[in-house]
T-cell receptor, first 118, second 113 residues
Framework: KQEVTQIPAALSVPEGENLVLNCSFTDSAIYNLQWFRQDPGKGLTSLLL?????REQTSGRLNASLDKSSGRSTLYIAASQPGDSATYLCAVRTPTWDPSGNTGKLIFGQGTTLQVKP | KAGVTQTPRYLIKTRGQQVTLSCSPISGHRSVSWYQQTPGQGLQFLFEYFSETQRNKGNFPGRFSGRQFSNSRSEMNVSTLELGDSALYLC????????????FGPGTRLTVT
């Protein structure tokens, strides 16, 4: 059974610091991994998606890496800003080679709540 | 392009009642998934629909059901509401092919009293 863990559960850093959020999963058979951001009481905003064949993806100040063999992904945030304060969730999509039409599902970690202090 | 929309945004219901939530996916997206988010359990997958067919189902009781219409809009129904059904219900859509990247709506906050 696939399980996704995110450490730490909460993180507080001063503005301008570079930081790394960690995500680990127990089964390396994944289709892709997606990082999301969630502001309090709101929906999820997709940040980065890494296909199982890729090693990393970058968008602006964000860089996500994937090491499927070790079951790990990291989200690197450069030069953090107060506006980055939110909960960050990683999710893995289970494989989709089920002949019955099962297209897999996203399994989420519990998230890391980030606070960036001015 | 408009994002995923969900209605209503907030709901208060009483135990034993039933509720229907609605989701309109991004134009052109044929797959709609539903998730339940609670402080204790986090985000849990409910089900996914593609071209009006349920393609996958999570581990929820039969009180939770859904359907998808020919225009890809989806509804989720919860019957005989329990206090534990209080949660943020999120809908997500994707094209149904390609990268499988999912886009989420703002959610419906359901409170059961």
């Amino acid at each position: 059974k696939q399980e996704v863990t995110q450490i730490p559960a909460a993180l507080s850093v001063p503005e301008g610091e570079n930081l790394v959020l960690n995500c680990s999963f127990t089964d390396s058979a994944i289709y892709n991994l997606q990082w999301f951001r969630q502001d309090p009481g709101k929906g999820l905003t997709s940040l980065l998606l890494i296909q199982s064949s890729q090693r990393e993806q970058t968008s602006g100040r964000l860089n996500a890496s994937l090491d499927k063999s070790s079951g790990r992904s990291t989200l690197y945030i450069a030069a953090s800003q107060p506006g980055d304060s939110a909960t960050y969730l990683c999710a893995v999509r289970t494989p989709t080679w089920d002949p019955s039409g099962n297209t897999g599902k996203l399994i989420f970690g519990q998230g890391t709540t980030l606070q960036v202090k001015p | 392009k408009a994002g995923v929309t969900q209605t209503p945004r907030y709901l208060i219901k009483t135990r034993g009642q039933q509720v229907t939530l609605s989701c309109s996916p991004i134009s052109g997206h044929r797959s709609v998934s539903w998730y339940q988010q609670t402080p204790g359990q986090g985000l849990q997958f409910l089900f996914e629909y593609f071209s009006e067919t349920q393609r996958n189902k999570g581990n929820f009781p039969g009180r939770f059901s859904g359907r998808q219409f020919s225009n890809s809009r989806s509804e989720m129904n919860v019957s005989t509401l329990e206090l534990g059904d209080s949660a943020l219900y999120l809908c997500a859509s994707r094209t149904g092919t390609g990268s499988y990247e999912q886009y989420f709506g703002p959610g419906t906050r359901l409170t059961v009293t």
